[in-house]
């Protein structure tokens, strides 16, 4: 599998935006970006996908870069229930592949 | 929006005794199922993959006569964990996949187990 790189841990003030970055440089064509998070004590949580363009829900906002080597999950204003640990993986295209989860960012938000 | 359910979410076992943990996908087909485990401060690691009606796939270092799974049904998969061992404590958690690839997995919250 196409390994990312993230930062270990990351700290925002709550209301601010935060931007997780995330590196991919052996990013295959037809992987797709995804992102998850896991709060404490609990499974993780879908955020947010995308392949080359960029995506918006109402979770977050994900930038891709040109050469999708990296990407960045944007958190618009950062709250206490947004702290949680956050997982860039790539995933092949077939519905039956799992998600390989790397290490992860620890997000802290300070009220 | 699609809902995984994991039972129960919390055991304490005795070392020796069987335990069996469910996953059901409540309102879609998942024709496959994921199992992880977690131990404290690291990342998930894939244990196996299930396919309904067929037999599943572990990854590498994983027991399979130790860890029985079975997806008897396109809405539910067990894990059971036999002889558990102290050792086997861990935050056990399921994922259920549909056949559209570009719909994002869902998790249960998981299983705390616990072996005394």
């Known amino acids: 599998d196409a390994k990312t790189t993230q930062p270990n841990s990351m700290e925002s003030n709550e209301e601010e935006p935060v931007h997780l970055p995330c590196n991919h440089s052996?990013?295959?064509?037809?992987?797709?970006i995804h992102w998850y998070r896991q709060l404490p004590s609990q499974g993780p949580e879908y955020v947010i996908h995308g392949l080359t363009s960029n995506v918006n829900n109402r979770m977050a906002s994900l930038a891709i870069a040109e050469d999708r080597k990296s990407s960045t999950l944007i958190l618009h204003r950062a709250t206490l229930r947004d702290a949680a640990v956050y997982y860039c993986i790539l995933r092949v295209p077939l519905g039956n592949t799992p998600l390989v989860f790397g290490k992860g960012t620890r997000l802290s938000v300070i009220a | 929006g699609a809902v995984v359910s994991q039972h129960p979410s919390r055991v304490i076992c005795k070392s020796g005794t069987s335990v069996k943990i469910e996953c059901r996908s409540l309102?879609?087909?998942?024709?496959?199922m994921f199992w992880y485990r977690q131990f404290p401060k690291q990342s998930l690691m894939l244990m196996a993959t299930?396919?309904?009606?067929?037999?599943?796939?572990?990854e590498q270092g994983v027991e399979k006569d130790k860890f029985l799974i079975n997806h008897a049904s396109l809405t539910l998969s067990t894990l059971t964990v036999t002889s558990a061992h102290p050792e086997d404590s861990s935050f056990y958690i399921c994922?259920?996949?549909?056949?559209?690839?570009?719909?994002?997995?869902?998790f249960g919250n998981g299983t705390r187990l616990t072996v005394t």
């Open positions: 052996t990013i295959s064509g037809t992987d797709y």
């Open positions: 994922s259920a996949s549909s056949l559209d690839w570009n719909s994002p997995l869902h």
């Open positions: 309102d879609f087909q998942a024709t496959t």
């Open positions: 299930s396919n309904e009606g067929s037999k599943a796939t572990y």
